[in-house]
């Protein structure tokens, strides 16, 4: 039995029209070329938006302008030709020459012009009035919003707003929004990599300095050895697998997949070690465990450039094979194998994504995938590294620009006499000012609401918090809430929130999931082919992305948006300058602001001018090593990847690679936490370990006032003698500021399915005041969860969609494809459960901190994907909430092609300890036939 493509049934939902024009005939390939070329719409489907007819019939020879643009779905960063005529976006056609997916396309890439044709774009700004959707015009929804905030700060203050940003934002958006919170004078602000990289970011900046991927997609062509755990690349970054693929096939690369799940990657894999989800850092510690057996570390690498590594032999020893066989589920052979393998194919890369960081132990869990490469002496290498494949388009931009509630731009922290002292001199503003925006100085060095649990701050009493307020207004800005855990609280919040803004392209999960008459405004915002600016991939490279065609219907840019909230609450004038005067040129004078502020990461030499030229010039760059030869960017590393010291630098393409000089982007590991360990141990690289042509040929400090010279002489005269401005120090397994962890552990699981472990692995203590909220760990954690839920509970993604979906479910070619939510479940589980393929089951979860299970109603899909004991959800879903179809409550015609239950609904309670990311891997749940 196939699942059925039709969904008129209670607890999931097709437009009707939309299924009637459904063609079961339609091929991928044949969806490929009716969705990226905009041709034969006839024979696929009914035309989406009437201005699309009137471009078809104009006379020929048609008068196509031809715009390289950057796809806007996930941080792959590929590159097409869109085709436009008569400002209307008619077809898309293969770049070929970019350099990292070479014309290719995935159906979401194919699609992207979905994104502004589709008739489901949300038109006006409207509001809720009454239970009804009431249109507005821009005037008078801006000024009751910006009525409604200044009544909320007089009354509570400026921490009485959250504000959620996006990953969707480019660059320029996602620095003027930061500056924006700051301005107003709060932290209450992040954004989706809370809850998908937060840890990776924690985990490895505090092991050798930085928190990003350290080689690149491109750079995985000289692996010989690529292992991947915790992602499917096949569905999550389908066009990375041709750089995967590629070395598997020309330099024999052996692929080593381990997953708790049989993946469509687990296809292609040499190796496929699957393990309990949950048990990461054990598997590691195992296979570590076997390279030192046999003497197969790295023993230069060790000693000349780690810190630690005695603390970390010495955690080791809890970990032999046996007892990581029982963790993981492992048998001891299978982790013998792939040890050999990795040890014996040389340089190899180590790839991850969420599923080895949606952990309560995520920052321990990249740790010790970071350590596994530094044994093995992967790190500084071509081929090597740790290739941290991240979600939406620009999550690592917004990263970099600080839409986080723990630091401003460039990882600066919130220091009110350092951090903000630094940008208030990059903003022109005196430093005096900004202190006097925020409630006081205490508040304004404190960390944040995150995203994971920003409803708390509305739900709990104000006397458990880490403000003196409440969370009175949310804005969700780019960022839908089907995408946070917990959805029932989530829900709560927004039920009780006195002012919630949703500013979208589209109308998503957040404007209808409350029971609320009225407090609710909609603002449609342009998509990000409707606006420029600059955009970083997974591995650092920024590209420049231009608009395609003028924002439609009544749609504003992001950025327009931001400027007119600045002027009515009073703060314009300083917002849209900085030192060295006021914006004219936008969103170039902002991608200058940034680059003059930006001295951490070395976000300094990609100016506007170098980011357009390396478009034209594409073709001269080399597939592999990503260097152009000849022409004007001659020697330029194509997307100039931080760090590129100034604009006369290359950019880095493999970090802390120490075999070039600094000057074609060499480094050796950040000297970050000064010279001495507080034990006396030194943290600088040991003689002969510096790059090459460095005047000095060991580890040093870093530069005095790299970090806040604003003139750029302090690179410069770095890089002259050879140096990397921020020294050269020692990657660290031992990190003394995490006091829980120093060294990485594995916990079991909050809500485990080994009760018998919880005492020898155990979780971590509460703690109070965890991003101004108090977080459960020990207190919550039940040996008798198990028993009346017996199943692993986990999520993923779907290849049509990302994040909440909320784009690509209004996208009609993508939900042709993927029309339905639903559970995998193991044919051994469903026939003990009396289920077969496609009926709708009950999924619960446990209750944790409410009165009563969380429950979905889904249908079953039936394989051997999971494991008897598992079952996996997707999670890009919404518009259907405990089994409800929520139609009713969108505005007239607005109803989504694609509806259905949110994964996040029913994810346990769960929050890693440094970064409060979500735990979305690893819980329990159980079934039931509906």
Known sequence: ????????????????????????????????????????????????????????????????????????????????????????????????????????????????????????????????????????????????????????????????????????????????????????????????????????????????????????????????????????????????????????????????????????????????????????????????????????????????????????????????????????????????HAARMMAENRPGTLIWAMGGTQHANGTSNTRSYAALQLVLGNMGKPGGGCNIFRGHDNVQGATDLGVLSNTLPGYYGLGVNSAYKHWSNVWGVEHDWMKSRFKDEKIMGKKGFTVARWYEGVLMDKKELGQDVNVHAAFYWGHSCNSQSQMDRVKTALDKVELLVDIDPFVTTTSILPDRKDGVYILPAATVYEQAGSVTNSNRDIQWRNQVVKPVWESRKDLDIIIDLAERLGFGNEFKKNRNGAWKQLPEDITREWNLGMRTIGMTGQTVERMKRQQEWGHAFDLKTKIAEGGPCDGEQWGLPWPCWTDKHPGSHVLYRTSIPVSKGGMGFRARWGTKAPDGRTLLAGRGSAPVASSINEGYAEMKNWKTDLT???????????????????????????????????????????????????????????????????????????????????????????????????????????????????????????????????????????????????????????????????????????????????????????????????????????????????????????
């Open 712 to 930: 750029g002489k302090v690179f410069e005269e770095a890089i002259a003698k050879g140096l990397a401005p921020y020294g050269n120090g020692r990657a660290r397994f031992h990190v003394w500021t995490f006091k829980d962890d120093p060294v990485p552990k594995h916990r079991e699981p909050i809500h485990s399915p080994r009760p018998d472990l919880i005492t020898d692995w155990v979780t971590y203590d509460d703690v109070k005041d965890h991003y101004r909220v108090p977080t459960l760990f020990k207190s919550l954690q039940k040996a008798d969860w198990v028993k009346k839920f017996p199943l692993i509970l986990s999520s993923g993604r779907q290849v049509e969609f990302e994040g909440g979906g909320n784009s690509e479910r209004n996208c009609w070619w993508l939900v042709e494809l993927q029309p339905e939510m639903y559970a995998e479940i193991h044919p051994r589980l469903a026939n003990d459960n009396r289920i077969r393929h496609g009926d709708f089951i009950w999924v619960e979860s446990p209750e944790d901190t409410d009165s009563e299970p969380s429950r979905i109603k889904v249908k079953a899909k039936v394989t051997r994907r999971v494991s008897p004991d598992m079952v996996y959800l997707p999670f890009h879903w919404g518009g259907v909430f405990n089994g409800k179809d929520l139609s009713d409550k969108y505005p007239e015609g607005y109803i989504p092609y694609g509806m259905g239950e949110s994964a996040n609904t029913v994810m346990n309670y769960g929050y890693d300890r440094i970064t409060q990311m979500q735990e979305t891997k690893t819980g329990l749940c159980r079934i039931m036939k509906a």
């Open 1 to 336: 039995m196939k699942l059925s493509r039709v969904i008129q049934s209670e607890g999931q939902n097709l437009n009707s029209a939309f299924t009637d024009s459904l063609q079961p005939s339609v091929s991928r390939r044949g969806f490929i070329t009716a969705a990226g070329m905009g041709i034969g719409l006839a024979a696929m489907g009914p035309s989406l938006v009437r201005e699309a007819k009137a471009a078809g019939a104009a006379k020929n020879p048609r008068n196509l302008t031809q715009i390289k643009t950057i796809c806007g779905n996930c941080a792959v960063g590929c590159g097409f030709i869109a085709e436009v005529e008569n400002d209307t976006w008619v077809s898309i056609e293969p770049w070929f020459e970019h350099p990292i997916n070479q014309g290719s396309l995935c159906s979401k890439g194919a699609a992207a012009r979905e994104h502004v044709i589709s008739e489901k774009r949300l038109k006006y700004p409207m509001k809720l009035e009454g239970g009804k959707w009431k249109r507005l015009s821009w005037d008078t929804a801006m000024g009751e919003i910006s009525s409604k905030l200044q009544d909320i700060r007089k009354k509570q203050g400026p921490d009485a707003l959250m504000i959620l940003g996006s990953a969707h934002h480019n660059n320029e958006t996602s620095y003027a929004l930061r500056k924006f919170a700051a301005f107003w004078g709060s932290n209450n602000i992040d954004h989706q990599a809370r809850i998908c990289h937060s840890t990776t970011v924690a985990g490895i900046a505090n092991t050798w300095g930085y928190g990003a991927m350290t080689n690149s997609m491109n750079d995985i062509r000289n692996s010989k050895c690529v292992f991947i755990i915790g992602e499917n690349v096949c569905t999550s970054h389908p066009i990375a697998m041709q750089h995967i693929l590629t070395a598997k096939e020309e330099n024999k690369a052996q692929i080593i997949v381990a997953d708790p799940r049989f993946t469509q990657t687990a296809a292609f894999a040499n190796k496929f070690v699957q393990f309990r989800s949950g048990t990461d850092v054990a598997l590691i510690y195992g296979l570590m465990n076997v390279i030192l057996k046999n003497g197969w570390e790295d023993k230069s690498m060790i000693n000349d450039r780690t810190y630690g590594y005695s603390d970390l032999k010495e955690e080791l020893k809890r970990y032999d094979l046996e007892t990581v066989s029982d963790i993981t589920g492992v048998p001891v052979a299978d982790i013998e």
